[in-house]
């Protein structure tokens, strides 16, 4: 509350500075982005557009390999919480299977509604075709 009176009692001037210095960082801030964007994404653009095949494999295998270490990173935090609450090899075992069951299940169930989804929306498309021929004579 003392803080928002103090600010009710700042002068023009005060008020003018305290703005220049927002400005002048988001200046410096837009500066900075364009320098940057010149060092570093310029020659990765020309790269790309070069050598298409050859940025292609590495963002493929860089995003498979970033994939497979966060995927063994948050295998591997769970086996040591579970190792942490005391639970023996089996029961961590049981429960890592358990788990792959159950992500399992629900990927199929994803596949099994998306597919029972676009073949609904292909044959209502194919039918609103059908239907349109029919309204328009043709």
């Not at 960082?25 to 790309?48: C, E, G, Q």
């Not at 073949?119 to 039918?127: A, C, D, P, Q, V």
Request: charged share 15%; proline share 1%.
């Amino acid at each position: 509350m003392n803080k928002a009176h103090l600010e009710e009692k700042a002068s023009l001037k005060n008020r003018s500075r305290s703005l220049s210095v927002l400005a002048l960082f988001t200046v410096a801030i837009a500066v900075f982005s364009v320098i940057a964007m010149d060092i570093l994404i310029l020659p990765l653009s020309l790269f790309a557009v070069k050598h298409t095949e050859i940025f292609s494999l590495i963002i493929r295998k860089a995003t498979l390999t970033s994939v497979i270490c966060l995927i063994l990173f948050f295998f591997i935090r769970r086996i040591i919480q579970l190792k942490r609450s005391s639970l023996s090899g089996t029961d961590i075992s049981l429960y890592i299977l358990r788990r792959a069951g159950h992500y399992t299940a629900l990927i199929f169930t994803f596949i099994s509604i998306s597919g029972a989804l676009i073949s609904l929306l292909f044959y209502l498309i194919s039918s609103n075709d059908l239907l349109i021929h029919r309204i328009t004579g043709s």
